[in-house]
């Protein structure tokens, strides 16, 4: 598919619970259609990172809005994540981080801050295809294409935990409804389905199968523009 035919950028927001596909299947699909990739969960991640580092209670609004504004954020192409001139890849990624990121993620301040620096990433970039839980619903709601991307939760769980060497099933199925429940119920842009996103259980279904569904349903967006 060649999206650079679209004479307006071209971005996919893709949304939907920890566990659902998102990331595996947002990176393949910006290869597929080569757009840039942005794992805007990692954004949070960082931000929460830096507030551990610094010291400051996550849970603490006014402070973790000052650590999001000064943050000085490198995410490279292959996944190495540095925050404030720290190599964090590993670390935001690991429990203490996990931990803290949903509290860290429902302070209004840190939002705005992180939503538009998603909004300059893609302006600069032209385009791409970022993951999220409220891209579709906030960032880019006139995105070219919005997915909502579901599966069950044995299934989510199951796949945490096999990409998380020691963490049994039971502590990630607890962790995932934990943050299920925070990241749904928080007041500021809750996770939600955006209205008229395309809505696919990925439950039953193989990461190609996903990726069709998707590449091929751009491609009619791309045609009735
Ligand atoms: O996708 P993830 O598990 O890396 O996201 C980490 C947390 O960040 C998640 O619990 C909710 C929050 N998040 C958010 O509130 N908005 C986003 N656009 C992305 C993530």
């Not at 994540?81 to 209004?108: K, L, M």
């Not at 943050?179 to 809505?199: H, K, S």
Request: with cysteine.
């Amino acid at each position: 598919m060649n999206t650079s035919e679209s004479n307006e950028m071209v971005v996919v927001a893709i949304d939907g619970p920890a566990g659902s596909g998102k990331s595996t299947v947002a990176k393949l699909l910006a290869e597929r259609i080569d757009l840039p990739y942005l794992d805007t969960g990692a954004m949070y991640r960082s931000v929460t990172f830096a507030c551990i580092a610094a010291g400051i209670d996550p849970e603490d609004r006014a402070a973790a809005a000052e650590v999001a504004k000064n943050m000085e954020l490198r995410m490279e192409t292959d996944g190495t994540v540095t925050v404030n001139g720290v190599d964090a890849t590993t670390q935001i990624r690991g429990p203490e981080v996990t931990r803290a990121v949903s509290s860290v993620a429902s302070h209004p301040e840190v939002r705005t801050e992180l939503v538009s620096r998603q909004r300059e990433w893609a302006r600069r970039k032209g385009g791409g295809v970022l993951e999220g839980r409220d891209i579709g619903t906030v960032v880019f709601p006139d995105a070219t294409l919005v997915v909502y991307l579901t599966a069950s939760a044995e299934v989510r769980a199951a796949r945490r935990a096999g990409e998380v060497a020691d963490l049994d099933y039971d502590t990630v199925a607890a962790d995932i409804a934990r943050r299920d429940a925070l990241d749904q119920n928080r007041e500021t842009d809750p996770l939600r389905r955006a209205d008229g996103a395309l809505e696919v259980d990925t439950t039953y279904l193989t990461i190609d199968e996903v990726l069709d569904v998707l590449e091929n349903r751009l491609e009619v967006s791309l045609n009735n523009e």
